[in-house]
Structures are given as C-alpha cells and as structure tokens.
C-alpha cells in the first residue's frame, strides 16, 4: 500500500511557464547589457515575478530589449555594487 509520502507531486505547469518567461527575459537582458560582469542573474529572482505578472502576455525578449536600461527600484538587485544613473527608472 503507498502513502501519500510515495506519491510524485503534480507537475505546477503555471509556475514552468513563469520561470521560462522569466529566464528568457534575464538572459535576453544579459546579451543585450554591455556589462554583462556586472549583472546579477540572481536579480531577476526578484524583479522577474514582477514583470511576469504584469506582461505575461507579451514576449520576453521585446520586453527585455524595450525595458532595457529602465530598472527602477530593481536596479540594486540586478547590478549590486554599481551606482544607479538616471534611465535606471523602471517603465510602466
């Protein structure tokens, strides 16, 4: 007899549909960034659930190219270490 501790978990596909979206966002920021040393993948572990729930619908790479250089509040997250210049503002 198996117990529930035997069982696989359920696939969660809207959570790899997320962290897909979201890895091709952070990795096609990183092409584009010309620093790329300087970029903390680890940062979109924070901003990428943001941007995912409000653009989800739009491709993540345009997104990436459009956003590029406007990362607001997140700035510190995804270059720590680096100062913030004034088109780090996060667009809407």
């Known amino acids: 007899m198996s117990t529930t501790e035997d069982m696989a978990p359920a696939p ?7 962290l897909a979206w979201i890895s091709k966002f952070a990795h096609a920021w990183k092409v584009i960034e010309p620093a790329p040393r300087t970029l903390s993948i680890d940062g979109f572990i ?11 619908g ?15 509040a997140y700035f510190t997250y995804l270059y720590p270490g680096r100062k913030s210049g004034t088109s780090s503002n996060l667009a809407s």
């Open 46 to 56: 924070i901003w990428g659930p943001v941007l995912y729930e409000k653009h989800k």
């Open 12 to 18: 969660n596909h809207a959570l790899t549909e997320a």
């Open 58 to 72: 739009e491709d993540p790479v345009l997104l990436a190219q459009q956003l590029f250089g406007k990362s607001g």
